[in-house]
């Protein structure tokens, strides 16, 4: 079997408090490599830490569109400073979220602007959290998408005329779980018809459990199933997928790289 990656995880969650029990869950069903994600400055600093203490664990660091007031020259230079730590692959998950609209959309647009010029600063590529609010996201990435390191849409929501643009402009769009709801049928077809090498395979554990798990807790061992539901949709083989959507996460997030950098000079 090949290696596969969850590449957008939670593991600061009190959900993955015996954290050793998950990892070696997630080894079983071959998932090497683990990307946590933050979502506001306590669970980025989280993130960091988990990942320098863990060979299979990476981070990104940033702030929700949720999070978007939490963002202020001081918040922003502590962002900095996590964002140049070593095991960090990218800033993220930032981004605008007008379905639960928890914050006001001009602070979203606001917040995303500090930290894509953040990402930019220092070299960074860029996890995304879009909902319903592509048009948007299109009109603001223009002005960064030259001088971004790499651009990754998690949790894809859009349509495939959407999808479309964003391969166009050299996106990489992130498969949950959900792709396994006999209803996600939008998701199916941007799946079907999207190149491979522009897939990646995420969980957003603890959220969106994939069939045969819904109703529980997500978990990184559980992307085996986005995986083999992937394969199912694109008719290719299992390892096939495994094996493309690693590389795919290996190069958008430098990982290799990363990797050495850390455990070669440590
Ligand atoms: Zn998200
Ligand atoms: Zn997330």
Redesign the pocket.
């Known amino acids: 079997m090949e290696a596969l990656i969850d590449t957008?995880a939670h593991l600061d969650f009190p959900e993955f408090s015996d954290l050793e029990a998950v990892l070696s869950r997630a080894a079983q069903k071959g998932v090497a490599e683990i990307i946590t994600?933050g979502?506001d400055l306590p669970s980025s600093a989280k993130a960091v830490e988990l990942a320098q203490s863990r060979p299979e664990l990476y981070a990104t660091v940033g702030i929700?569109p949720h999070d978007a007031f939490d963002l202020d020259p001081r918040s922003l230079d502590r962002l900095r400073d996590l964002a140049r730590r070593d095991r960090v692959l990218a800033v993220g998950?930032i981004?605008l979220?007008y379905y639960r609209d928890r914050q006001p959309r001009p602070l979203q647009r606001e917040c995303l602007h500090r930290q894509l010029e953040l990402a930019c600063e220092v070299g960074l590529p860029v996890v995304f959290?879009i909902?319903d609010a592509y048009d948007d996201f299109m009109s603001i990435i223009k002005t960064y998408v030259g001088s971004l390191q790499g651009v990754v849409l998690?949790?894809f929501s859009g349509d495939w005329a959407i999808a479309r643009r964003c391969l166009d402009l050299g996106f990489y769009l992130s498969v949950p779980g959900t792709v396994t709801f006999p209803k996600a049928t939008k998701l199916q077809e941007v799946v079907r018809r999207a190149p491979l090498d522009r897939l990646l395979l995420e969980t957003?554990a603890p959220?969106l459990t994939p069939v045969p798990f819904r109703g529980k807790p997500n978990e990184p061992s559980y992307v085996f199933h986005t995986a083999e539901k992937v394969a199912e949709l694109r008719g290719a083989s299992l390892t096939e997928v495994a094996r493309q959507t690693t590389r795919n996460a290996h190069g958008v997030f430098r990982m290799e790289e990363t990797q050495s950098s850390r455990w070669v000079s440590a």
């Open positions: 957008h994600i979502i929700h998950e981004g979220d959290h909902r998690h949790c957003d959220y």
